[in-house]
């Protein structure tokens, strides 16, 4: 059984915030291609170019590694959850987001756009068994307060409830798109990206063509596919990696950082400047940053027996034999753990759904 150490969830947590940095630099580098191309287009060459980038890796390099023997494979039976985040995430999210855009300020959609995440850690929390202590709590709320602190202008809120609805639909998607997500995330992260991105990109890309928009120069092109690799495809790899060791709740309060790299990205790259609202933004998710962190979850809990297929090394939790020659460490396989109980910390990713009292 995989127990996440306290240097697993720290690495984790970088994985998480990493993530956050290279998704949240995208918005200010997507800003300067707007002008040649419209969102949804821009939105479905940066999906679609994380897609590629990432195909053309296995190819060139993944697939002559020892890599995807570390890695459990992508299964035909994962194919309903890999719909679901495309057809969520990739497909209606956009379409509810530009519906919305269109009915509600630039700032008043901004604002309601910071929903995803605590979105997200309620479907975590409620739907999907995650767990989360108070302080971790505690510590979410204050980022999400900061992001929201970023796009506050009382004098440029103005929308209607349609267009409020549609964006709230968009978060919901997204926050679908997250948990889903993180069911996938014992398989091996790069394949069900590059799948999830080709998917989305492609659904992006054929509801900008029906809506008559045309490809850019391609100088604009290349830069968004280029930009798509890095900030979303590198992003959304790592980002399968912190919700395997942390769950979608408690990556949610990492990966909502973004708006706020966003905003220091601003900085040289369209020469804006800091205020009270940054300042004051700052603040808060550095604490809700501390919270997150200290949190420590530990009590004696069961694990039923089970048998599934994910990476692992050898040890405490993973003591069984092979009836194959086992390519180093780490490595996977299908393999079973029996019944246990124990008492270490731990936090709700896939091994540890279980009831508190």
């Not at 549609?166 to 998607?173: I, K």
């Amino acid at each position: 059984m995989f127990v996440p150490s306290a240097s697993s969830q720290a690495r984790g947590a970088a994985y998480g915030l990493t993530a956050a940095a290279l998704f949240g630099v995208s918005p200010p580098l997507a800003k300067l291609l707007l002008p040649e191309a419209g969102p949804l287009l821009i939105a479905g060459l940066l999906y679609l170019g994380a897609g590629l980038g990432l195909f053309a890796f296995e190819l060139l390099f993944y697939r002559r590694s020892s890599a995807p023997h570390q890695e459990a494979p992508i299964r035909r039976s994962d194919a309903r959850l890999l719909a679901g985040v495309i057809l969520a995430g990739g497909a209606l999210g956009p379409v509810l987001m530009l519906w919305g855009l269109e009915r509600l300020s630039a700032v008043l959609a901004s604002l309601l756009l910071n929903l995803e995440a605590p979105l997200t850690m309620v479907l975590a929390v409620f739907l999907f068994r995650e767990h989360l202590g108070r302080w971790e709590v505690a510590g979410a709320s204050l980022i999400f307060v900061g992001a929201a602190v970023l796009s506050y202008q009382p004098q440029a809120l103005h929308g209607d409830v349609l267009g409020f609805l549609a964006l709230l639909g968009a978060c919901l998607c997204w926050a679908i798109d997250n948990n889903l997500t993180q069911q996938l995330s014992l398989r091996d992260p790069i394949v069900a990206t590059r799948l999830k991105t080709l998917g989305a990109g492609t659904c992006t890309l054929s509801l900008a063509v029906a809506t008559g928009q045309s490809l850019p120069s391609l100088s604009i092109l290349l830069s968004a596919l280029v930009l798509g690799l890095i900030s979303y495809g590198l992003s959304l790899v790592l980002d399968m990696r912190a919700l395997r060791i942390l769950g979608a709740a408690r990556e949610a309060g990492y990966f909502a950082t973004a708006p706020f790299i966003g905003a220091v990205a601003a900085v040289p790259i369209l020469g804006e400047r800091w205020g009270t609202s940054e300042g004051l933004a700052t603040t808060l998710m550095a604490a809700g940053l501390f919270l997150l962190l200290r949190e420590r979850h530990s009590h004696e809990h069961a694990h039923d027996e089970l048998e599934h297929d994910h990476a692992h090394v050898h040890g405490k939790h993973h003591e069984h034999g092979h009836d194959h020659a086992v390519i180093g460490q780490p490595h996977a396989h299908l393999h079973r753990h029996p019944p246990l109980v124990h008492d270490h910390p731990h936090v709700s990713e896939l091994h540890h759904r279980h009831g508190h009292g």
